[in-house]
């Protein structure tokens, strides 16, 4: 008969060993949470995730012998999840900002982008200067937001949750322009010809993903990887496939 004392022993060492798979089983799964609502980086097509910063992620992961798990939320709520330690990374067309890295870490910038402002052909803006005073509708969560607070206060903000709302308001005349980064602005206007990107840039950002600080390892792997699939060519290769002209 099996004493009380090694039957405790015995079912301490099996919980054990299950956690201990678990963990491992854990850590060949990178839990990455995203906004898929950002063509050309991100979004939904025929019910499947897709666009650039989905495929890079795919062949980030693909490299580190790992699998993929995504999770669809908001992108105001993108980095909340990372902080609460629902998913392990975000990316999303996330620019690398100082006041982000004060809660996250960053890999290395996989692009560079940066804020553009999308408007009507035959409306009042031709000109950043043009902005003061007008409505202008921006996503809540991302840089737009802060950038027109701190140098266009006069802007009316119509502030909204969705990246295709912003864009919609443009489109039947409730907001005079929105403010969002260069890809996806300039995508949208190839397909609304009534509307266009100013050539002049707001500004020049850098597109990183952002890891939880309690996992620099997977920073650091995420940026070894970047450079394995750059010098192997695949990074180009979905450069290529999303961006007319490559990599600017």
Not at 68 to 87: C, M, Q
Not at 120 to 141: E, T
């Amino acid at each position: 008969m099996i004493s009380r004392k090694t039957l405790i022993a015995t079912l301490l060492a099996v919980s054990l060993s299950s956690f201990a798979a678990a963990g491992n089983a854990a850590s060949d799964t990178v839990r990455i949470v995203t906004d898929p609502t950002f063509p050309p980086m991100e979004f939904t097509k025929a019910g499947q995730r897709t666009g650039f910063d989905i495929e890079l992620l795919e062949a980030l992961v693909k490299e580190m012998g790992k699998k993929l798990e995504w999770t669809d939320i908001d992108f105001k709520g993108l980095i909340p999840a990372v902080l609460s330690g629902r998913s392990d990374a975000a990316v999303s067309a996330i620019y690398i900002t100082d006041e982000r890295k004060k809660v996250v870490d960053f890999t290395d910038s996989y692009y560079a982008g940066g804020l553009v402002v999308l408007t009507r052909k035959d409306g009042p803006i031709k000109s950043l200067k043009d902005l003061d005073g007008k409505k202008v509708s921006v996503q809540v969560g991302t840089k737009s937001v802060k950038y027109l607070q701190d140098s266009y206060p006069k802007v009316q903000r119509v502030e909204v949750e969705k990246n295709e709302e912003m864009f919609n308001l443009v489109g039947i005349g409730r907001s005079d322009a929105a403010v969002t980064g260069k890809p996806a602005a300039k995508l949208y206007a190839q397909a609304h010809p009534d509307l266009a990107v100013l050539d002049e840039q707001i500004t020049t950002e850098e597109y990183g993903i952002a890891v939880s600080k309690d996992q620099p390892g997977l920073t650091k792997d995420f940026n070894a990887a970047l450079q394995r699939i750059k010098a192997n060519g695949t990074y180009q290769k979905i450069v290529d496939k999303w961006f007319e002209g490559g990599a600017r």
